[in-house]
């Protein structure tokens, strides 16, 4: 979700506010993408690296994604599950805080029982940790080390592989995200940054896959 920085600059507010508007914006995406069918919906809520930003940034977006657990009712209504990856929060070097750890271990057991898309929100999280730690959990268990037992050990297994991948804001590149799930993915640029995503950006990045 690149780009809430750029877009708070261009209206001359403060990153936060762009950050917060990004917020909204997946809120408002995710009941666009329930009605587009998607069954899985992974968004990159905060890296592994994301931690070096200002503390009151940081503050900032830890305190959205409390937010963004917390729209339970919204989520039943739309009959969402949500999954959470990241470093897992027993782990030496993981990060997350205690009171955003409670908000989504409440609202993946609060909506637990929903059947339609599966909203993952990967915080704490990149794809080389993940990989190593599905490493180590395959060396821990006795088992060799192959491209079956690293699947079965990434922090979400029954993710399928990636249809679509979408990169907001001009960035041309490829970041620390799934790296091992999104091979054979179609690729979605564009422009736009994170705020100004809407449903005619989806339909154009789901119809990369949906021909
Ligand atoms: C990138 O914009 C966004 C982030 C670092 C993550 C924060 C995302 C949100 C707050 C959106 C809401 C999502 C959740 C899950 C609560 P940037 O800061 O890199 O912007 P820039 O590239 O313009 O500097």
Do not use: C
């Amino acid at each position: 979700m690149d780009g809430n920085g750029r877009w708070a600059r261009r209206r001359g507010l403060p990153r936060t506010a762009g950050h917060t508007e990004g917020e909204e914006n997946l809120a408002a995406l995710v009941r666009v993408a329930v009605t587009r069918d998607v069954g899985w919906l992974t968004v990159f809520g905060f890296s592994t690296e994301n931690w070096v930003r200002p503390r009151t940034e940081v503050r900032h977006i830890l305190g959205l994604h409390k937010k963004l657990f917390g729209r339970v009712a919204e989520l039943n209504e739309l009959n969402v599950r949500i999954e959470w990856m990241g470093r897992p929060f027993d782990s030496p070097d993981a990060r997350t805080p205690k009171y955003v750890q409670q908000a989504i271990r409440k609202a993946i057991h609060d909506t637990r029982q929903n059947t339609g898309m599966v909203l993952t929100v990967a915080f704490d999280y990149g794809s080389r940790a993940e990989l190593v730690h599905a490493a180590d959990q395959a060396r821990r268990a006795g088992e060799t080390i192959s491209e079956q037992t690293i699947s079965q050990h990434l922090y979400v297994p029954d993710l399928p592989p990636v249809d679509v991948l979408v990169r907001t804001s001009g960035e041309l590149r490829i970041s620390n995200f799934m790296l091992w799930q999104i091979v054979g993915a179609r690729v979605y640029f564009t422009d736009r940054p994170w705020p100004e995503f809407d449903a005619a950006e989806l339909d154009r990045a789901l119809a990369l896959v949906r021909r």
